[in-house]
């Protein structure tokens, strides 16, 4: 008999795939979801199909899908994403552990994000990211949402034009995705796509889902801001092409012309080189790239002088800083 998932070590970063190496994003459905060694396998009437987990950027899981216990364990230890995607295209479960064992990314973004004046300025940072073509020094947060919101919709009246689809407006039900048209129903899923990308990627660098720069107050407001990065570039476009094919099954082609555009462009790669450079100057040293290629866990304690000491043993009340 085979070890036990409890008895088997856990995976370190040197022994797991780059997150910018990875699929960005496998979806699965009807079908039963286990474990082999250290590879899923995804088993239908078609018969076994073995997948390796540290391969993957994130898992969709669709309509009809079973999991393992064991398959999320190892999924965990791989540091994937996994996204449970309803019939109606709105249920969103993301988990994951980081490939990194450096907390220097989550501390440079807590560092960004308590100071007001350095959240706009990484705001402004984004908003650059997306719109190289504009300026956004000096820009309010009011003027930053404007300017992004003329700027989404003039996107939307392109692509509408471009593809010969209609466009109306932009209308979402969270409750109820069929009650979309063919282009709202695409950009839903456009957006659920890379919101599990950005979701993969910002917990394999350790940052926090939560703590957004541009969006605020729920559990994956990063998540939320780094998808945004790519929805104009990748998302939309991707949405409308999909659309344009008619309304049958406008979910998956989506998903399969996103992933396209996704793969030529490398984008997990990407994204780790942007989230990296909007928080590297909040960062108490040089950005330090060799936990992601599986250097030790290194543990210290805080001091007084804004330091750290080696963790591991008690230091009594001698004097040691």
Not at 62 to 88: D, F, I, N, Y
Not at 137 to 151: C, N
Not at 200 to 229: I, K, Q, T, Y
Request: net charge neutral; with cysteine; aromatic share 6%.
């Amino acid at each position: 008999m085979g070890a036990t998932p409890a008895a088997r070590p856990t995976s370190t970063p040197r022994e797991l795939t780059r997150v910018g190496d990875r699929v960005s994003f496998l979806y699965l459905e009807r079908c039963v979801i286990s474990r082999e060694d250290n590879a899923i396998t995804a088993t239908d009437d078609g018969g076994v199909r073995h997948i390796p987990s540290a391969t993957i950027g994130v898992l969709l899981l669709g309509p009809g899908t079973r999991v393992t216990h064991q398959a999320m364990s190892v999924l965990g230890e791989s540091g994937a994403g996994v996204v449970w995607v309803g019939e109606q295209g709105v249920r969103y479960y993301a988990g994951g552990r980081a490939l990194t064992r450096s907390a220097g990314l989550a501390e440079a973004q807590a560092i960004a994000w308590a100071n007001l004046r350095h959240r706009l300025d990484v705001a402004r940072q984004m908003y650059r990211l997306r719109f190289p073509d504009e300026d956004p020094s000096g820009l309010t947060r009011r003027e930053l949402l404007g300017r992004e919101g003329d700027r989404v919709k003039g996107t939307y009246r392109r692509e509408a034009a471009r593809t010969g689809v209609r466009w109306v407006r932009r209308t979402y039900d969270p409750g109820d995705f069929a009650a979309g048209d063919a282009p709202n129903q695409a950009v839903t899923a456009a957006a659920q796509c890379l919101y599990g990308i950005a979701h993969s990627v910002v917990v394999a660098l350790g940052c926090s889902p939560a703590l957004g720069f541009v969006h605020s107050g729920h559990e994956r407001s990063f998540v939320m801001d780094v998808a945004d990065l790519y929805k104009v570039e990748f998302g939309i476009p991707a949405a409308f092409d999909a659309a344009a094919e008619g309304p049958d099954d406008v979910a998956g082609r989506t998903r399969r012309a996103l992933r396209e555009r996704i793969r030529a462009a490398g984008l997990l790669d990407r994204t780790v080189s942007d989230i990296q450079g909007l928080l590297s100057a909040y960062r108490r040293s040089e950005p330090d790239t060799s936990a992601l290629n599986g250097e030790a866990d290194e543990v210290g304690l805080h001091t007084d002088r804004n330091g750290t000491v080696a963790s591991g043993r008690n230091y009594g009340t001698e004097a040691i800083w």
